[in-house]
């Protein structure tokens, strides 16, 4: 995917308080989003516990946490179900949730488009 088509979206780190901006997107599958680092101190994007396989975790590529500059990419996998959700945290400032819904803290969320 190109970066800027409708099937690439970011997410922005950002401080004061530490936030996923924004905190949701509904997507499309196969849609690459994209969440970039802007602060001083290091971050994650780990889905919570109890979401859907294959969910965001970067910390297979950046297992110390992402850190300023940095910028971690995930792909929607194509056979996602419409309305999958994943919850995802970042594990130095959010609390996951159960699976279900949101957690507390620096959280975020991404879904896929439901049905029409
Ligand atoms: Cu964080």
Redesign the pocket.
Known sequence: MVEGSPSAVAVN?TENP?LFKPAAWTVEPGTVITWNHL?D????VISDPGTPPGGPNSDGQFPE?LKKGDAYSWTVPDDAKPGTTWFYH?????KPGDGKSLGT??VGTIQVKPMK
């Open positions: 780190i530490y602060t101190v290091p971050h994650t946490g970042c594990r130095f400032h959010g803290g620096m």
